[in-house]
């Protein structure tokens, strides 16, 4: 399973982008992760980890065949887990 990771431009200082990233591949370690905006890459899932509810990240990203999350702060880190438990279920 590949999931592609794009960040926004970092605007939020407040705002620990990577800490979501990390703790994805804490929790599913035989999960393959990239960064969504290499150029060839096919994904299985997109997680999209924005620093505020403006989501500049969405406006341009490549689609996993599963779709893709948004993440707009740390709390929402569940609905990314949630989302990768449930299609890796699958495969």
């Given at each position: 399973?590949?999931?592609?990771?794009?960040?926004?431009?970092?605007?939020?200082?407040?705002?620990?982008?990577?800490?979501?990233?990390?703790?994805?591949?804490c929790d599913?370690?035989?999960?393959?992760?990239?960064?969504?905006?290499d150029a060839?890459?096919?994904?299985?899932?997109?997680?999209?980890?924005?620093?505020?509810?403006?989501?500049?990240?969405?406006?341009?990203?490549?689609?996993?065949?599963?779709?893709?999350?948004?993440?707009?702060?740390?709390?929402?880190?569940?609905?990314?887990?949630?989302r990768l438990?449930?299609?890796?279920?699958?495969?």
């Amino acid at each position: 399973m590949r999931i592609g990771i794009k960040y926004c431009g970092g605007c939020n200082p407040r705002f620990r982008g990577g800490a979501v990233a990390e703790r994805l591949r804490c929790d599913f370690p035989d999960v393959l992760m990239a960064s969504a905006v290499d150029a060839g890459g096919t994904f299985d899932l997109v997680v999209v980890v924005c620093g505020c509810k403006t989501a500049c990240a969405t406006r341009t990203h490549p689609a996993g065949s599963c779709g893709t999350v948004l993440v707009t702060h740390e709390e929402e880190y569940e609905k990314a887990a949630s989302r990768l438990s449930e299609i890796r279920g699958g495969h």
